[in-house]
Each structure stands twice: as C-alpha cells, then as structure tokens.
C-alpha cells in the first residue's frame, strides 16, 4: 500500500513542479493509446486507474506523450488517477 501512495505523491509533485495537472513519463508517441502506456516506463507493467467526472486522459504532441487531469478551470473539483 505504501507503494501506491508513493506512486501518487510522485505523479501529484510532478504535476504541480510542471504547474499544470499533468505528469509526462513516456516520451515516444509511437503505441501509446492508454493511460497505462502514457505513465508507464516502457516496457512498464503497472495498471492505472482514473474514475469520477474528470477522468485523466493520454496527450499527445509531436512525439510528446503525457496525461493529464480533464478537471483544468474547473474550481473546487479533483481529478483521481490511482493504482489498484
């Protein structure tokens, strides 16, 4: 369980160290269709998980790929990614 919450912590500090609610990790558009291809490493075997009304959604630009929270301007909500 630990592992988990250290998981979060990391993507939640990366997200605010970028200023937006994003957490970028594969940096190669090339396959990534999914929230687990997006934040995995390649080759990475983690499932993640986003549910509520303002799911994570996968990014693309160029050969950019990232993920980030559906929630931008929207005031007092939260956007949940998690692992199960």
Known sequence: MKKIYLLTALLTFLACASGTSAASINFSSKGVTTLDDALNVPGGTLHFISEGDYPWQVMTEGDRVYAQSS????HNSASELSLP
């Open 71 to 74: 929630n931008a301007g929207v």
